[in-house]
């Protein structure tokens, strides 16, 4: 059974950086592409930033672009993703998710239909 559990959430005030971590069990970690998701209150859940088998590609949506950086390293079995110059409007609960399929680009990664795997998410709340 694949278990995946996020790390890391807190309270930081506006420009502060936070690093997110993402430990993934029950499979072959090096097989799974891997994205963040982030979920506002009163709000859909939506994508930020993917990464794909090895690390090689990674995608991001635009309103994090150039602040939050996603990496894997497949030794550790974890995910990560910092989190730099953060704004209020980052304030959200993060979820990571895991999936096995290893074609599409970022149309297809962006989607959580096309994620089985997903943590209970941690909190992140940026001060202003």
């Known amino acids: 059974q694949v278990q995946v559990v996020e790390s890391g959430g807190g309270l930081v005030q506006a420009g502060g950086s936070l690093r997110l971590s993402c430990a993934v069990s029950?499979?072959?970690?090096?097989?799974?592409?891997l994205a963040w998701f982030r979920q506002a209150p009163g709000k859909e859940r939506e994508f930020i930033a993917a990464i794909t088998l090895g690390g090689r590609t990674t995608y991001y949506t635009d309103s994090v672009k150039g602040r939050f950086t996603i990496s894997r390293e497949d030794a550790k079995n974890t995910l990560y993703l910092q989190m730099n110059s953060l704004k209020p409007e980052d304030t959200a609960v993060y979820y990571c998710?895991?999936?096995?399929?290893?074609?599409?680009?970022?149309?297809?990664?962006?989607?959580?239909?096309?994620?089985?795997?997903w943590g209970q998410g941690t909190q992140v709340t940026v001060s202003s």
């Open positions: 998710a895991a999936g096995t399929t290893a074609y599409g680009g970022y149309d297809y990664y962006k989607l959580l239909r096309n994620y089985p795997y």
């Open positions: 029950g499979g072959t970690f090096s097989r799974y592409r």
